[in-house]
């Protein structure tokens, strides 16, 4: 599955190459374009998390009167989803679409040469782009360290709609998983650890969007 993903990917990535002439814009653009392809996706996972938020007081309602009646708590809070026309399980199919569309991402940009079957390519992974003298090399700090900041503050502002049960659980993966992205930067390809940082910029840009957005409605 990864490789019937990749493949088309890649044909893309070498075709923006092809017409940029750098590998690390073509990466930059590349990026741009399967945020805006994931976009529907992404924007639902966000309106399902903030329509979660606003149940959450009704949840808790019902979790503190049904406390020592498990079954009955979950009967309540499925008639709660039915009478507010929410359902739990709608946040996770965007999810699920998109991990092996990210899955054949990295694999695409951690090992270019095996999805695009132009030999041209193995130069092209090879350009210099801005500090980084070779995109196939990993960068030792900076672009590791700015995707591990972007990663940090993507968890930071997801977490604010998020249920509060989660909300809890996050805050250890708030810390953890981006010092892991600049651990895993020391050791990818820059062009990959690139991917990252550019993706998680913009993840950044539409949380912050969607969240002006909501405020605006609000008012």
């Known amino acids: ?25 073509a990466i930059i653009v590349f990026t741009l374009i399967t945020k805006i392809i994931l976009f529907p996706l992404t924007a639902h996972q966000l309106k399902t998390s903030r ?22 708590l979950n009967v ?18 965007p999810l699920i679409i998109q991990i092996p569309i990210i899955w054949g991402l990295f694999a695409l940009l951690r090992d270019p040469q095996t999805y695009i079957s132009n030999p041209a390519i193995i130069d092209a992974v ?37 249920p509060q049960q989660q909300n ?22 820059a062009g990959l650890t690139l991917y990252w940082f550019v993706s998680t910029l913009l993840q950044l840009v539409q949380q912050k969007l969607t969240n002006v957005k909501k405020t605006v409605k609000e008012e």
Not at 1 to 22: D, E, R, T
Not at 51 to 65: A, C, G, H, S, V
Not at 171 to 181: G, W
Request: glycine content about 4%; proline content about 7%.
């Open 126 to 162: 090879k350009d210099s782009f801005l500090w980084v003298p070779n995109l196939s090399l990993p960068d030792p700090w900076i672009l590791p360290i700015l995707a591990g900041v972007t990663t940090y503050f993507s968890f930071n502002l997801s977490q604010t709609s998020m």
């Open 168 to 189: 809890a659980s996050l805050k250890v993966m708030q810390y953890f998983f981006p010092v892991m992205i600049v651990w895993w930067g020391h050791s990818f390809p």
């Open 51 to 72: 329509r979660m938020q606003e149940l959450q007081p009704k949840i808790q309602e019902l979790q503190k009167k049904y406390a020592k009646d498990k079954e009955t």
């Open 1 to 25: 599955m990864i490789a019937a993903i990749a493949k088309p990917l890649g044909q893309l990535l070498f075709f923006l190459y092809n017409v940029l002439g750098n590998y690390g814009i």
């Open 76 to 93: 309540k809070l499925m008639e709660l989803y039915k009478e507010e026309k929410y359902n739990p399980a709608s946040g996770c199919l």
